[in-house]
């Protein structure tokens, strides 16, 4: 079944939470402690359906779970995601010294994977999992900037590193659909830096093996304005397209195919973050009546919600969330 023919099943818009750091405020672990345990992974899912109810469970987001493998160093906050300190990727040299990543033995990955499991065989919602893409990967190895000059002065170190990190998210990515993940996300953060003409060079294909490879709902996000990326994301094989809340939706999905998923882009900082309850609401309901008149619509913050994020607030905005579209 395609996303699209997924979500026409109800009569309202899902609601796809990605905010998966909550659940550190809701059991009060340490984001470690989570990692680094099965069980916890389910306690915080469960934590975060029983308190929110979503659409959808999943675990905690492990953005860096591929460079940890790696051995690349990383700030490790006790309550926030980890970070990198380094960029050690920066020539061909470096770049063949780094190992083929195996997800069933090397690093945390294995015990992420048993982590889904566990989840997927606990709950009958599907299981989302969002997941670093290719380029973003790439950027964090080599370094955002050295990376952009690559493009132009290296571009084989450029396009064996874009190798090597292609086949390190679909090795994993395929590992994770096979231990239960229904709706996996690939987050490409950093290819707003790219031009059209080098998105088409880097990232298009990379993307569209990783997608067309994988049996469940694919999601592409992409933060900032990617108004003139549409083309390009349109070609990448995703299902849904998750779009940052700077973006005026009710005119970007018109560009959209109809078969493929607009989700957005409730602004997790000025409304969820700082807004009162009741503006929340109204706020979320104004997004929805302005998309009342698009099936291929699902709710969703514009990108991760902050950790102390206002509890009532994602309350309510779950609750005006699931209003019928007849009430509307």
Known sequence: MKLIDYIKKYDRRLIYPQ?????????????????NSAEKQLEVAKAMDDTFGGDFVYPLDYGVIFLEALGVPLLKPEYDFPSTLENPIKNLESLDNLKVLDPYKDGNMPL???????????????????????????????????????TIKNPEFVSKLMQYTTEVVLNFAKAAVDNGVKFLQISEPTTVILSPKRFDELVTNNLRRIFNSLDAFKILHICGDTTYLINQLIKCGAEGLSIDQIIDMPKY???????????????????????????????????????KNFDNFMLAPGCDCLLDTPTENIKAYMEAGKTKLCDL
Not at 117 to 131: H, S, V
């Open 19 to 35: 905010m998966g750091n909550l659940s550190l405020k809701l059991t009060g672990y340490k984001i470690f402690d989570v990692y």
């Open 112 to 150: 992420y994977l048993e982590s889904i499991k566990k989840i997927a065989t606990n709950f009958e919602k599907p299981l989302a999992l969002a997941l670093v893409g290719p380029f973003t990967l790439a950027s964090e190895l080599a370094g955002v900037t050295h990376l952009a000059r690559c």
């Open 253 to 291: 999905v018109t560009k959209l195919p109809k078969d493929m998923v607009i989700i957005g882009n409730i602004d997790p900082l000025n409304v969820l973050y700082e807004m009162n309850e009741e503006d929340v609401k109204n706020e979320t309901l104004k997004i929805l009546k302005s998309m």
